[in-house]
């Protein structure tokens, strides 16, 4: 499908960002950046959001939970670390840089962080429309070329457009429940849970499905806030097993470390994900570890056992019933069903990457995939596609297959949006016009 109005009619921008999490916030400051240097050809941008206002996982902004990442890895400094948007910048903003200081801790609060990147967002917010769910992508044409994209807009009960000649797609991550599992009134996936705590007045129990980070903090703050009720911490593995933050497989989280996965052959990439998963997906940090395993035996010897941790089993199936949910356990020792009725089950089952082609409508069939159906992906981020399409498609998460374990973390944000927007700034129409420099 392709639009007939020619391009000289229509106002078209360099780059569209699909979702305006910190991944494309990212990007919007760095095009700031770039518009605001000397020399530099302007590049237009506009970024649509569906929520109202910026939020990035505001069910889960705990008010003693902490970063996993050191506030140096924000969304400029590792790019930039002389930018105006950089964490320290906004410490100075808000009089706590030397309170900062003397905490002593690479680690934020997470509500601490979530400020600040509010705080980013709303130095560049002329560049973000909010509101604005994007339904679909179609192709314009010239031709029989692919030279840009219109990307079509719902907002309220009103439809608009926006044409651009490059995509950067970040919308995030969809949360995984465990199969068979329908989310509901008293069934939740973690992301919700603050969004849906203050329907609880009081409770006898809750049951939380999950190994990791999200899963150990849910237990600990359900055990902290409701002190009659009793926590079940529900996982396969025999106890929470720590994450590997020591010095040297940190270095996964490099961006340099891209390169090295980018470049890998196949056997060599899956060899490099298995070994350090332990860094990132289902494990916790070893003080809240700690924490909950002094809490189980606190209660031991006062006989009480309010936090129960029922390891070596699995959510078998979970039935809503009124204002209770029926919970049945299986212990995969000896298969045994166990049935817990609860006030609330909590799914701390992680997430999934949103797969990018359903949304590109008509440019999908253009975009190449592997044997495995999964996009291919160049080094600066951008799918390969046909000759037929010069416009181009950037993704912002789901490339774990091709750039490795930072694909969509804060990790290599900053970094990452200064590949992608040089690569859209070296193929734009006055190219020979940008100061060759580089963001990396």
């Given amino acids: 499908m392709s639009l007939t109005a020619p ?137 029989g070329v692919v030279e840009a994209f219109d990307v079509r807009v719902r907002s309220g009960d009103a439809v608009s457009s926006y044409r651009a000649r490059n995509l950067v797609v970040a919308t995030g991550l969809q949360p995984l429940a465990p199969p068979g599992v329908t989310l509901g009134e008293r069934i939740w996936h973690s992301r919700d849970l603050l969004t849906n705590i ?58 340099a470390a891209v390169d090295d996965f980018f470049t890998a052959p196949p056997e060599v990439k899956t060899m490099l994900m298995n070994y350090h998963s332990n860094t990132n997906y ?65 799914c701390a089952t992680g997430y999934a990457p949103v797969d990018p082609f359903p949304l590109l409508g008509g440019a999908a069939a253009r975009c190449e995939r592997d044997e495995f159906g999964r996009a291919r992906v160049e080094r600066d981020y951008r799918l390969r596609t046909e000759e037929s399409m010069t416009a181009g498609i950037y993704l912002q998460g789901g490339t774990e297959h091709t750039h490795g374990i930072t694909a969509s973390l804060l990790s290599t944000a900053a970094v990452r949006s200064g590949d992608i927007l040089t690569s859209i700034a070296t193929r734009s129409p006055t190219a020979s016009a940008v100061p060759a420099v580089s963001l990396r």
């Fill in 198 to 255: 203050g329907q609880i007045r009081e409770a006898d129990r809750f049951v939380v499905v999950g190994a990791g980070q999200s899963a150990a903090e849910i237990t600990a703050f359900l055990h902290e806030r409701f002190p009659a009720a009793e926590v079940c911490g529900v996982f396969s593995r025999y106890g929470y097993s720590p994450a590997d933050d020591s010095s040297f497989a940190n270095r996964i989280f490099d961006p």
């Fill in 282 to 346: 289902s494990v916790v940090d070893t003080d809240l570890i700690e924490d909950l395993y002094r809490r189980v035996y606190r209660e031991r010897v006062a006989g009480t056992n309010r936090l129960r941790l029922i390891n070596m089993s699995r959510l078998a199936g979970a039935t809503e019933h009124g204002d209770r949910v029926t919970v049945d356990i299986e212990t995969l020792a000896t298969g045994e069903l166990i049935p817990l009725d609860a006030d609330v089950l909590v």
């Fill in 7 to 143: 391009q000289r009619d229509v106002p078209v921008y360099d780059l569209a960002g699909v979702g305006f999490g910190p991944s494309n916030l990212a990007l919007a400051i760095a095009v700031h950046e770039h518009n605001s240097a000397a020399g530099s050809t302007p590049l237009t941008a506009v970024f649509l959001e569906r929520q109202a206002r910026f939020g990035w996982h505001r069910g889960m902004l705990l008010e003693d939970a902490t970063m996993q990442v050191s506030f140096l890895k924000d969304l400029v400094t590792l790019r930039n670390p002389a930018s105006e948007f950089s964490f320290l910048c906004y410490l100075k903003e808000r009089d706590r840089l030397i309170d900062f200081i003397n905490h002593k801790t690479f680690f934020p609060l997470r509500v601490e962080f979530h400020d600040y990147l509010e705080w980013a967002a709303a130095k560049v917010d002329g560049v973000v429309r909010y509101g604005s769910e994007v339904s679909e992508v179609v192709p314009v044409e010239r031709d």
